[in-house]
């Protein structure tokens, strides 16, 4: 009688490291992993922030939503951004940044795309366009 094994499906997903920039596996329910190539922690969730987030970097392979209420002072690291409320530092985003009209950000910004609700505040140089995988 033939040994049969099931192959559980690979819930795995492809994250890039929001520290080295390089690619890797993680699980669809993984919150966090250590990237195997710069030896460091990559965190994996997804923020809604309500109230003040005062950090000294807030990096994430997830999404970030800034309420109408929250407020972020940091560098922030991220895959897609949307500003409600008030971000003050400098903004690396691998997906799109929306600004909504209640929003404001102060600081430079570097991201593929960018959406700027009309009466938003916008102060910081920005870097828009399509991005090399190298870069952080």
Sequence with gaps: ?????????TSARRVACTHCGMYTEAGRRAMSIFCPHC???V???????????????????GDIV???TGRVVAPVK??????KGSIHGPISA???VTIHKTG???????????????????????????????ES
Excluded at 1 to 9: D, E, F, G
Excluded at 43 to 61: K, P, Q
Excluded at 121 to 133: H, K, N, R, V
């Design 43 to 61: 965190i994996l969730e997804t923020y809604n922030i309500r109230g003040y987030y005062g950090v000294i970097e807030f990096a994430t392979c």
């Design 39 to 41: 030896h460091t922690r």
């Design 94 to 96: 691998r997906g799109k």
């Design 104 to 134: 404001s950000i102060k600081g430079d910004v570097k991201a593929p795309a960018l959406s700027v609700a009309h009466g938003a505040m916008l102060e910081g140089f920005l870097q828009i366009g399509p991005q090399l995988d190298e």
């Design 78 to 83: 991220v895959n897609k951004l949307t500003v």
């Design 1 to 9: 009688m033939p040994l049969i094994l099931k192959q559980r499906a």
């Design 66 to 68: 800034v309420e109408r």
